[in-house]
């Protein structure tokens, strides 16, 4: 079961892994490519996933997304037993679901989200807008992006982006070092250094662009990917028609909303249009078998 359960992670975030390893090796090139700097990459990259993984990781993404636990009677009687309702029969296919907890971000935009191993989060905008089935089809949404292991991708990939981010400082402290050092050595020679230095720059800023570019539309493409899974999860769990009633809403309510061709290159979930149609017509096949 345990070997099933990494396959299916390794199928569902291939992007996510194979990114996080392009991220090491660059930052393990730029810091030298020498048995200290992989050491040194090894020791941080071990040291950022235990963190990650950890309590401590998950509480720090709680802060930094504005998530906080449930604190008013109204938030407690309506979403708790909500919420365990559904985790109940997510248990009944899925054993070995983790104890997950329902948060709220004071927010009036109408979303969620899962994050870490053990946080679901909804908006107050969401609480507010969605009926108790609709929301109960986006929560499930949220779960399927715990059971597929989405959320620890998505952590292994911030912490890929993190040793890549430090392997970038340290050439940029090494440009700031060179323009002074060798600038005042070279007075005779002091406009052609400069100009050399300049344009040493400017190609580090950009194979910087269009790795950092490449990267964000590659790991988008994965994204999208596991929304249409988590969708699938959502339906698989008998709550596709409230899923559907739910992102109909969201569909209307991002009317007007036209986004450029590199923002929907890079963007995280698919067109609300498209995974839509994906469900029903799933509901068409299911329809078609039982007649």
Not at 43 to 61: F, H
Not at 212 to 222: A, D
Request: proline fraction near 2%.
């Amino acid at each position: 079961m345990l070997f099933e359960n990494i396959l299916d992670f390794i199928k569902s975030n291939i992007l996510y892994i194979v990114w996080s390893i392009v991220n090491f090796t660059i930052s393990f090139l730029i810091l030298g490519a020498n048995g200290y700097s992989f050491a040194i990459c090894l020791v941080l990259y071990a040291i950022s996933l235990t963190v990650a993984l950890s309590p401590l990781g998950e509480w720090i993404l709680r802060l930094i997304n504005g998530v906080r636990k449930l604190y008013t009677r109204r938030e407690k009687d309506y979403l708790i037993p909500l919420f365990e309702e559904i985790c109940e029969e997510v248990k009944q296919d899925y054993p070995n679901l983790p104890d997950l907890e329902i948060c709220i971000m004071d927010s009036l935009t109408v979303n969620a989200c899962a994050m870490g191993r053990h946080t679901i989060a909804v908006t107050r905008g969401a609480v507010e807008t969605f009926t108790e089935d609709e929301l109960k089809g986006i929560l499930l949404h949220e779960i399927g992006h715990i059971v597929h292991g989405d959320t620890k991708a998505a952590l292994l990939n911030l912490i890929g982006n993190g040793l890549f981010s430090i392997g970038v400082i340290i050439i940029k402290l090494a440009l700031l070092i060179l323009d002074l050092l060798l600038l005042p050595l070279f007075n005779e020679t002091k406009g052609i250094t400069a100009l050399i230095t300049s344009f040493i720059r400017f190609v580090f800023n950009l194979i910087l662009f269009a790795f950092t570019l490449t990267g964000n539309i590659i790991l988008s493409i994965n994204s999208r990917s596991n929304e249409y899974s988590a969708d699938y999860f959502a339906y698989k769990m008998a709550y596709g028609e409230e899923l559907i009633s739910a992102l109909y809403l969201l569909q209307k309510m991002s009317l007007g909303k036209n986004m450029k061709l590199v923002q929907r290159m890079q963007a995280s979930h698919p067109h609300i249009a498209k995974r839509i149609g994906r469900l029903e017509k799933l509901e068409i096949i299911d329809n078609d078998f039982i007649q």
